[in-house]
């Protein structure tokens, strides 16, 4: 079991090693999609992007998969598929859900400032 801080619901919730995180999210009823992406989401195969994830913890998680590697890899390794990870051990994590994106615009100074502010507020 491993205690889980969801830091922009606040709530710190039990969390059992190798249940898939969004599956979890979700009948846990926390927001990991808002609307539309509620609705318009590929269900869990991987491939929409919508259930990202960012975590201070990475490595407590399962290895990446292939598809978070060429979807999410390149953004660094604290960004996950709720979708295809799960929690591996017992430990302490702090998860981020639906953070800011980071690729498009990111070198812009105004989307700097909005990815730091992200930061500063959560702290990783
Ligand atoms: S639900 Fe589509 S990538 Fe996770």
Not at 12 to 17: K, L, N, Q, Y
Not at 36 to 47: Q, S
Not at 68 to 77: A, M, S
Request: hydrophobic letters at 35%; charged letters at 30%; proline letters at 6%.
């Amino acid at each position: 079991m491993a205690k889980v801080k969801f830091l922009k619901e606040n709530v710190e919730i039990d969390v059992p090693e190798n249940v898939n995180l969004r599956d979890f999210c979700l009948e846990n009823d926390l927001k990991l999609y808002l609307f539309p992406e509620n609705v318009v989401n590929c269900r869990g195969k991987g491939f929409c992007q919508l259930c990202r994830i960012k975590v201070d913890n990475p490595e407590k998680l399962s290895p990446p998969t292939e598809k978070e590697i060429c979807t999410v890899g390149f953004e660094g390794p604290q960004y996950r598929l709720a979708c295809q990870c799960s929690i591996a051990e017992n430990c302490e994590l702090q998860i981020i859900t639906r953070p800011r994106r980071i690729w498009g615009w990111r070198e812009h100074p105004v989307y700097q400032g909005l990815i730091k502010e992200e930061e500063k507020a959560f702290g990783f």
